[in-house]
């Protein structure tokens, strides 16, 4: 019979089988993965040793300034391939924790840098919010940085916060309308409205800025002209002026008016709805939207004060916070020369007629350097040899002092009927001095 299968068919339908590697193959495979294994394992010891070498070189980070808030480089530069052991080439920077921190987070975050030296204050929110602007820590450039400290509980406990990019001799006051608008002056001027967070500098503002104050939602600021110094002596030989105003919230300023006369700070103050400004012997006063001009004396005045008469005599005025034309009471104090007797003087109709106080009790051989008015009416005057209050203008008494302050106090102000604050002149003190019973004793309260 004949055999149909196809020879092809057959053949590959047959088993296979494999043929053996050749002799040692197994040997050589298990050679070469343990030579692949030695390989990987001094690879990752380098790489470890790469690894430690790089941690070595970077630079350390310093413990969280703020709670919850980001770490800081302790070298101070954002840039982290840069060797700390680089030196910079421009001037010295800031250092990194910059407290960029707003008013209203006042008690919370780092303290105040070592060695604050303070030069103005100011309180909001019935005296319980407040903020003081000075100067030390790392320098700046050529000076020391502009440092700014806050408080919550009037002086209890201080803590760090925003503050302008100037040196010391760019800005040396603080005024804040509300805990997110606030400017720092003097003789620069600088703005905030977010608490202090961000500081920009005006330059719609002539300078130098000798005084601000800000009420009811206006600020308004007074520039000088003629000025024969500069720094910390800006306000000194001024000859003329400008008063400029703005909305506490707006970036916009207008002029509201202008003449000769040097204004020194605190010449102008604001109550809620009215103005005055004393520049030279010339009093000014206006509304807060404008309408500013020269006072005239009335001819049938009791008393002429010799700073409104004489350009050679200097003056400080505080109104009540009713002082107007046709309200309240402005006072004045005029002889701010030591050797020079101090006259004290009270005006009903917005500075039209004087009347004279007393004087009794205050002394003779000191300079007054500032002059307040609480809320419920008593006065308190600062000195070069301590704090005076009154509570009639007529009859003085020598506040009680914690400590002696040499040089005594160049500022004073109340925000209560009971709160107030002192600076002393000496801002080497590291503090200021608060009072919490009207202004007969003051406590010193340090920046620290």
């Known amino acids: 019979m004949t055999d ?59 413990s969280n300034p703020t709670p919850g808030g980001p770490a800081k480089f302790a070298s101070g530069s954002p840039n982290h391939g ?3 052991s680089a030196k910079p080439t421009g001037p010295t920077p800031r250092p990194a924790t910059r407290h960029l921190l707003p008013l209203s987070s006042a008690g919370t975050g780092q303290r105040p840098p070592a060695g604050f030296r303070p030069s103005s204050v100011t309180f909001i929110q019935q005296g319980t919010l407040g903020a003081v602007i000075g100067h030390g820590g790392p320098s700046c450039g050529p000076a020391p940085c502009t440092l700014v400290a806050a408080t919550r509980n009037y002086g209890g406990r201080w803590t760090a916060v925003g503050a302008p990019p100037a040196a010391s001799s760019g800005v040396s006051q603080i005024r804040f309308a509300d805990p997110r608008d606030g400017w720092a002056f003097g003789p620069q ?40 110094t500069t720094g910390s002596r800006h306000a000194a030989g001024c000859t003329s002026f400008t008063l400029y105003s703005a909305s506490t919230t707006g970036r916009t300023w207008q002029t509201l008016a202008g003449g000769t006369g040097q204004v020194t700070p605190g010449g102008l103050q604001l109550t809620p709805s009215y103005g005055y400004l004393l520049a ?24 002429t004060p010799p700073c409104l ?45 004087w009347q004279a106080r007393g004087t009794r009790g205050l002394p003779t051989s000191a300079t007054a350097t500032s002059l307040a008015v609480s ?33 005594g106090f160049g500022f004073v102000g109340m925000t209560t009927a009971t709160n107030g604050v002192a600076v002393p002149v000496n801002s080497g003190l590291h503090e200021v001095f608060i009072t919490r019973d009207g202004g007969r004793t003051w406590r010193p309260s340090v920046i620290r």
Do not use: M
């Open 280 to 303: 030279g012997s010339r009093l000014w006063s206006g509304s807060l939207a404008g309408g500013w001009r020269p006072v005239v004396i009335s001819p049938a005045t009791p008393a």
């Open 309 to 353: 008469s004489n350009a050679a005599q200097r003056g400080l005025i505080a109104p009540t916070p009713a002082s107007s034309p046709r309200a309240g009471t402005l006072y004045l104090v005029c002889g701010l020369t030591a050797g020079q007797p101090s006259s004290v003087y009270a005006s009903g109709d917005g500075g039209r007629t």
């Open 375 to 407: 809320p419920a009416g008593r006065l308190v005057l600062a000195t070069t040899a301590g704090i005076y209050f009154s509570a009639d203008a007529r009859t003085w008494r020598r506040a009680a002092v914690d400590r002696q302050v040499t040089g």
């Open 4 to 62: 149909h299968r196809d020879p092809v068919e057959q053949w590959l339908s047959r088993d296979i089988e494999l043929l053996p590697p050749p002799q040692g193959t197994f040997q050589r495979v298990r050679r070469r993965a343990r030579q692949r294994k030695a390989v990987q394992a001094v690879s990752v010891a380098a790489g470890v040793a790469v690894l430690v070498a790089a941690g070595a070189a970077l630079p350390r980070l310093a």
């Open 82 to 84: 840069t060797s700390s």
């Open 189 to 228: 001027l600088y703005a905030t409205h977010d608490g202090g967070k961000r500081w920009a500098k005006v330059t719609s503002v002539g300078v130098p800025v000798v005084d601000l104050s800000a009420v009811s939602g206006r600020v308004l600021a007074v520039a000088a002209a003629g000025c024969k």
